[in-house]
C-alpha cells in the first residue's frame, strides 16, 4: 500500500484520503476474486442481535480476536484501542484510560461486556478506570459511530463490548481449552500474567481466569511539562526521567459455570476486581478501585416459528472507587451499585423476494445509584432508572439490500443537588431511528450509505455536577434545565476485498442539536483546602458539527502459501466545530504505514505511525506538536501445532516526546518512552 501523505490542510483531509483509497482500489481492481464466505470471526455481534459481516456492515467495527489479545500489551483499555482508526485514549494515568470514539468519549461511549453496560463509575471523571482488564477478554469488538441502536443513547459516540469466555456457550472440543499469557515491559517495569480455563462434560461446562498486573512509574523522554506550559506558567519545565505517580496494580478473577444443551444454554457468573494506580495529576494522590460483579446469560433456541432464538443477559454489580491524599488518608469516595438487562428475540432469516430478511426485537432495563462522598464530591448521590424498547431489521437480495432500525427509551435521574435540600427529577424520552442502503457492484465491492437520528439524555455530572473536580482542574457546574442532546449522522462505507488488496474506508458527518458542551465562564474558584484557584466551567448546549474519516487498507506485496508480505495503513481524521468554536480535546489526524511479514512458524512488522499537530482548541486549551513513532514487532511459534508463541516488541524506538491531545493531562504527562515488551503465550 502506497505511503499516505499528511494533509496539509485539514480541509482537504477527506479528498485526500479518499483520492488515495480508490487510486488503491483501482490498481487492484483487475484481480478479480469470489468474495470470501463469512467466517464466525467475521461476524460482528455487537453490531445486531442476528449478527453482520464485517464486510458487509454499513457502520464502522473493528475487532480483536483472542489469539491478538493473548499478545496484546498489558494495558487498560483505552490505550489497548488508542491506535485503531478512529479511536484515541483519554489517557489520564496507565491506571485509568477510556477509549475515545471520533473525538467523544465520556458518556457518548458506552464500554460493555457481554452487550452489559459495565455499573461502574468510569465515564464520570476522566481518572476513574473502568472496571474490566482487556485481558479477560476472548474478543473486542468496536462499533465506531452512533448507528447502533440497540444499546441506546449513551451509544451515541460508539460502543465497546468486550466479550469473554466466563460463561460458556459450548463445550469445548475435547472437554478442556485455555490460554495462558505473561509479559514483561522495559518503560515501567511492567509485569503480567493471565490464565484462563474452561473444561467440560456432557452438558455442563465450568471456566476460571485471572489476570494479575503491575507496573512502575514509566520513563519518559522529555521533562514531564509541556513546553508550552512552561512558557505560559512562567516556569521552568524541570527534568524527564520518570512519570511521577504513574505506577498501576490489578488483580481480577472470574469463575462461570453454564448448562449447555442442544437448543442453548443457561449460565452465571463471578468476578471480583482490585486495582490501584497514581492519578498522575497529582503527586501523592492515587486510587483503589473494587467491584464485585454476577451475571446471567441464556439463550434458547426454536425449532421452528417465527422466531430462531432468544437471549437474555443480566448484571448486578456494587462498585467502590476511593482516592487516597496520601497513605491511609481516604479521600472522596465514588459508589456505583446497580443491574441491567436485555432481551433480545431474534427472527428466524426469512426469504423474500429472492433475499434474505434478518430482524431482531429487544427490550432493555438498567437501575443504578451512583454516590459520591466527601471534600472532592462534586456530583450528589443520583439514581438512575432507563427502560427501552427497539427493533434492528436487514433485508440483503446480494446485489442490494436496505437496514433499518427504531428504539423508544425512558431515562430518570433523581438527585438532591449540592446546597439544596429538595429532590429533583428528570425524565427523559428519547426516539432513535436509522436507515442505510447498500449495494455489491462488483465482486468484493460493497457500498453503503446510512442515515441515523440519535438522541441522548445528560449524565448526571452534566446535569447536576457542582464542585471542584482535581481530575479536570476545574471548578465544573452542571445544568438541571438541560435537553436531550440530538444528532443526525450521515455516512459512506466501501468495503474492497478482491485478489491482493483489501480495504475500508467511512466517511461521516454529524450534526448536533443541543450537544453539550463544558466551556468556561471567565470566572474562578478559590477552593480554600488546596489554596488553589479554580476555573469555573459550565455544561451548557449548543450546536456542533462533526465530521471526518477513518481508512485502512493492506496490499499483498508477495504471496505464497501461508507466507505473505503486505505493506499496510491506515488514517484517521475529525474536525468538530460548536457554535461557540472548536469543540475541546478533539484528536488530530493520524497516518499509519506498516510493512508485514506473515508466515505459520513466525511473523514480524515494522511501523510508523505519524500523529498530527493540533492547533483547533477550545477555550483554555494549549495545542500540541506532531509527533512520529517507530515500532517493531515480531511473533514466533516454535511448534507445528502453533500452541506456544513468542513474542516481543520495541515502541517508539527514537524515544519520541508524544502528547496525546485528547488528554486532561497532555501538557503534564507525555505518553512512555522507548519500550521493549516480551512475552510468552500458551493457547490449548
Known sequence: MRPFVAPARPSRAILLAAAGWAALAGAAAAQTAPDKADTVDDVIVTAAPYGVSQRASTIATDVIDEQALAVAPAQSLGDLLASQPGLRSTDFAPGASRPVIRGLSGPRVQVLTNGIGMIDASSVSPDHAVATDPAEASRIEVVRGPATLIYGGSAIGGVVNIIDNRIPTEIPEGGLSGVISTQASSVDDGRSVFGRLTAGTGHFAFNIDGVKRTSDDYDIPSPARSARLAAEDGEPRGEGGKQANSYTD?????????????????????????????????????????????????????????????????????????????????????????????IDLVQRARSIGGGTWNAAYGVQALKRNFEAIGDEAFVPTTDIEEGGVYTVQRLDRGAFGFEGGLRYDRRTLSATPIGTVSEVEREFDNVSASAAVFVRPAPGL????????????????????????????????????????????????????????????????????????????????????????????????????????????????????????????????????????????????????????????????????????????????????????LNLSAAWRPMADRNVTLFAEAHNLTDEEAREHVSFLKDIAPLPGRNLRVGVAYRF
Not at 472507587?321 to 436485555?342: A, K, Q
Not at 471548578?475 to 438541571?480: A, I, P
Not at 477513518?550 to 466545530?577: C, I, M, R
Not at 511501523?607 to 513513532?629: I, K, S, W
Open 250 to 342: 490489578l488483580e481480577a478473577w472470574g469463575v462461570g459455570a453454564s448448562w449447555i444443551g442442544d437448543k442453548g444454554f443457561l449460565g452465571a457468573s463471578y468476578k471480583d476486581t482490585d486495582s490501584e494506580y497514581g492519578t498522575v495529576a497529582e503527586e501523592s494522590v492515587f486510587i483503589q478501585l473494587h467491584q464485585t460483579r454476577e451475571d446471567l446469560r441464556g439463550e434458547y433456541r426454536f425449532d421452528g416459528g417465527p422466531f430462531s432464538a432468544v437471549r437474555g443477559n443480566f448484571g448486578h454489580a456494587e462498585y467502590t472507587h476511593t482516592e487516597f491524599e496520601g497513605p491511609g488518608e481516604p479521600g472522596t469516595i465514588f459508589n456505583s451499585d446497580g443491574e441491567e438487562g436485555r
Open 446 to 629: 460493497f457500498l453503503g450509505l446510512s442515515l441515523a437520528h440519535n438522541e441522548r439524555a445528560p449524565s448526571e455530572v452534566e446535569l447536576f455536577a457542582d464542585g471542584v473536580h482535581i481530575a479536570t482542574a476545574a471548578y465544573e457546574t452542571g445544568d438541571r434545565t438541560l435537553d436531550t442532546e440530538k444528532v443526525n449522522t450521515l455516512e459512506g462505507t466501501v468495503h474492497y476485498d478482491t485478489g491482493r488488496f483489501s480495504g475500508d474506508l467511512h466517511v461521516y458527518g454529524s450534526k448536533y442539536d443541543g450537544f453539550i458542551d463544558e466551556r468556561p465562564t471567565g470566572d474562578t474558584y478559590l477552593f480554600v483546602e488546596e489554596n488553589e484557584e479554580f476555573p469555573v466551567y459550565q455544561f451548557v448546549q449548543t450546536d456542533a458539527t462533526f465530521y471526518g474519516f477513518e481508512l485502512e487498507g493492506s496490499y499483498a506485496l508477495w504471496e505464497s502459501g501461508a507466507n505473505k508480505l503486505a505493506l499496510e495503513g491506515q488514517a484517521d481524521y475529525v474536525h468538530a466545530e460548536t457554535d461557540l468554536g472548536p469543540a475541546a480535546r478533539i484528536p488530530p489526524y493520524s497516518v499509519t504505514g506498516r510493512l508485514a511479514w506473515t508466515s505459520t512458524p513466525f511473523d514480524a512488522s515494522v511501523e510508523v505511525r505519524h500523529v498530527g499537530a493540533q492547533d483547533r482548541v477550545a477555550d483554555l486549551e494549549l495545542p500540541t506538536d506532531d509527533y512520529t513513532l
